[in-house]
């Protein structure tokens, strides 16, 4: 007792406010467990997850004391020295303390939404701090949480202040004489677990994936330790001479007819059986359209049955796959052919990128529109769209119908105003219908009465890949509004001379174990996973297709119906060509990771560490040796690295 005693008052404190704080940081990962665990997963399961994270709050924690006991080692630094002191240094950790907590809500949030810890690609957000804000005060308790915050200041304060008199009390107002030694050996200490571990490498953000699973990664993981980490990553960069390494690989993907002259540009000559009616297409973007929740995948709760009948008449791919996840890249994937690869900044945010080359343009003697519920302000949409020449916006400003939440007008009156202004149009059309509805905050409008919500069990929600019931009525609603828009458009002259384009901006992560392989969940596939219809019943013959494509295909394929010929300057294939070869998409994700998806295959690997996995995406795959498996996993991983090397290199020079 007499040696704890004779510890400096400082380090005392110090040593109250560590506990206090890793007590903290230590409930929070373990209500991010209790809220987000996947259905398979006990506690038992994470204990690994759990030993690292205690590594990361220990650093961050240890960052956060240093300060105190470090300028504490020259006493008139130290909060005991006077009342002035004690305030500055309660103020210190009261705003460190509002920080921690801000970006663990924001955490919670991000997990909610996408199931990923709080990261740099936050910052896209932050950039539209209105619409972000509205939506967040639409999709949660913002008072409560604003509340919640402001007690637990109080409660911190409370419990610097408790901590400060009875350390001040400890030994009846005794005084001890300031030595440095136990401050210079508590720095020490708390830079050993700054740095994190008793290796030759310190503690970094990478190693939390090596648990090979993205749950157990985010888990060890805390906000501070994965925002801080990836906000280096935001920065765009391309190597040419590693693109131009790359040219035969991608060359040979392409089918490109110069393979010896570094250039993606080919001209592209009309197939045969092309469509001479000089069609008028209407591409629809359908927001958060995940493969798995739907019919098309033989999910139980059949969500989407009249999408499912569409998609039996017309062309359907029930294996594309997005290149990465968030509307903004989706957009961009579409209308430039080319993925975005930058890992967490939207390229639709960085100037050197908006401008893009896009096969829209050449459709001549097209009218050309785009149909948006809301703002197209958000996530710099108008940007992107100012590559399209002559395009025509609409926008919430511009309908009549009311805006019902921060997303605009509702998608059901969405396609109303759309189809009431294409029925006048006498020019063939080209048009661009971006649904944003299934979307948080999950809203069935009253104006939707004949929409009849269902009730299903919480058991059957999470069974099927849903994680509440507004979630599943709002996606049983985009089906909905499919139907209203579609059954309207059939009674138009312009219906039997339109092709009508429908695929998701990107999947939703979430358990889709109860259809499809592992890989959908455990390597969250399902985030990238969307379905992709052409339908004109007048005009193309019905065709399932199983085979592995792209959202970056959509338009080369547009293109290749029509009776025309047409420039592609990117990565982009015509899916319809019966010349093409190899079936592949390039996937990235905003944890540091490339891969390529095939018929057979799903490949990972990690741009900050040697990593890499080869899963199968097929339950019936058949039997390869180790032999073979190696060799397959060889090639997929110079593939990959090829498609993002030139994807790095066009988003720069596909300028128009």
Known sequence: M????????????????????????????????????PPDFSIGDVWPSLAMGLQYDLKWVSIIVLPVVLLSIYAKFSPFYSDTNRRLWTMYFAIIFFIIFFFFIADLVSFSYNR???????????????????????????????????????LFRWLLNKSHWQVMNINDGKANAHRKIPFIVSTIILLIFIYGKMD????????????????????????????????????????????????PKMAAFLQLPQKSQFSFSRTIEPRSGALESKPNIVLVMCESFSMYKSTMSGNPLNTTPYFDSLCKQGIFFERCFSPHFSTARGLFAIITGIPDVQLFKFSTRNPAAINQKTIINEFDGYSKHYFLGGDPEFNNFEGLLTNINDLQVHTEKDFK??????????????????????????????????????HRPYTIFETDKNFEQKFVSNEELIKYGFGSLEEYNTFRYSDYCFRNFIEAAKKESYFQNTIFVFIGDHGVAGNATAVYPPAWTNQRLSDEHVPLLFYAPALLTPRWRKEVVSQIDVLPTIAGLLQMSYTNNTLGRDLLDPKKKT???????????????????????????????????????????????????????????????????LLMNNKQ
């Open 200 to 247: 030759a490498k310190p503690l970094r953000w990478k190693d939390s994936f090596a648990l090979k699973d993205s749950f157990k990664s985010y888990l060890a993981l805390n906000p501070l330790q994965n925002f801080f980490s990836t906000m280096r990553l935001r920065e765009p960069v391309f190597n040419e001479s590693e693109a131009r390494k790359a040219f």
């Open 401 to 438: 119908s009311p805006k019902v939440n921060v997303w605009g007008i509702s998608d059901r009156a969405l396609f109303a105003e759309a189809n009431e202004l294409l029925k006048k149009e006498k020019n063939p059309f080209f048009a661009i219908i971006q649904t944003s509805d299934n």
């Open 2 to 37: 007499l040696n704890f005693i004779k510890i400096p008052k400082t380090i005392r404190w110090a040593i109250n406010l560590f506990v206090i704080l890793l007590l903290f940081f230590s409930i929070f990962r373990m209500i991010t467990f209790f809220a987000f665990r």
């Open 116 to 154: 990923t810890r709080l990261d740099a690609g936050a910052m896209n957000f932050v950039e539209d701090p209105g619409i972000s804000l509205n939506m967040i005060w639409q999709t949660y308790p913002l008072v409560w949480i604003v509340l919640g915050l402001m007690v637990a200041i109080l």
């Open 583 to 649: 079936d592949a998409a390039f996937i990235t994700n905003t944890a540091g990771k490339i891969g390529v998806v095939t018929n057979d295959f799903y490949y990972i690997k990690s741009l900050e560490f040697v990593d890499e996995e080869l899963v199968p995406v097929k339950y019936d795959l058949a039997e390869y040796s180790s032999r073979q498996t190696d060799s397959i996993q060889k090639e997929m991983s110079v593939f990959a690295d090829a498609y993002f090397q030139t994807a790095r290199y």
